[in-house]
């Protein structure tokens, strides 16, 4: 009893055009804004007095110092959209090389949010709490509102957030590693 072509590789194909398209265009806004961090920085602070301007821009320091690993960040998840798409356009036409492209970005993309997940706990939730202890110094709401942003609450939405994204290069790996889907390609 021959079922035909399995749907999977199709599905995701199209999945991974349009996750990978996507990629490209958050990737290269992640990294335009990293560019503009300090027309952003004086916009934010626009309002101060000087002084406190400038206390409150040496206290957020920490914290842009750590944005070179979201630019570095962006960079590879461009580099993964483009693996998408590449494994996309494969899949579509059922091509066997599209699963081993898929795979292969599989396989990085769950690296690279291992890697994310450990820059958040090793690097940006301490460079958090010294924000969080600067403003504390300085006094006033901003340190409030930084606590709340700081410490577990961080790692917990960085953690997750990295989980939750890892969910599809997971599932796109054993779903079309499944022997159906793996015997509709040529």
């Known amino acids: ?29 992640a990294i335009v804004g990293a560019a503009f961090t300090d027309k952003i920085q004086e916009l934010q602070y626009s309002g101060y007095p000087d002084e406190m301007r400038d206390r409150m821009m040496s206290a957020m320091q920490p914290v842009y110092e750590t944005q070179k690993w979201d630019v570095i960040s962006s ?5 993964l959209a483009v693996l998408m798409i590449f494994a996309g ?8 090389r599209g699963l081993k492209i898929s795979n292969i970005y599989s396989a990085l993309s769950v690296i690279h949010k291992l ?3 450990g820059i958040v706990v090793v690097i940006k939730n301490p460079a958090m709490q010294e924000v969080s202890k600067r403003l504390e110094e300085i006094g006033g709401e901003q340190a409030s509102a930084m606590d709340m942003m ?37």
């Open 115 to 117: 890697i994310a997940i």
């Open 75 to 79: 960079c590879f998840s461009i580099v």
């Open 1 to 29: 009893m021959d079922l035909g072509k399995s749907p999977i590789p199709k599905v995701f194909g199209i999945l991974h055009l349009v996750f990978g398209g996507l990629g490209i265009v958050f990737g290269l806004f």
């Open 150 to 186: 700081t410490g577990p609450v961080a790692v917990v939405i960085g953690v997750g957030t990295a989980i939750v994204m890892s969910i599809y290069p997971i599932l796109s790996f054993f779903l079309l590693n499944r022997v159906r889907s793996r015997g509709s390609l040529s």
């Open 89 to 96: 356009l494969k899949l579509v036409k059922y091509r066997r």
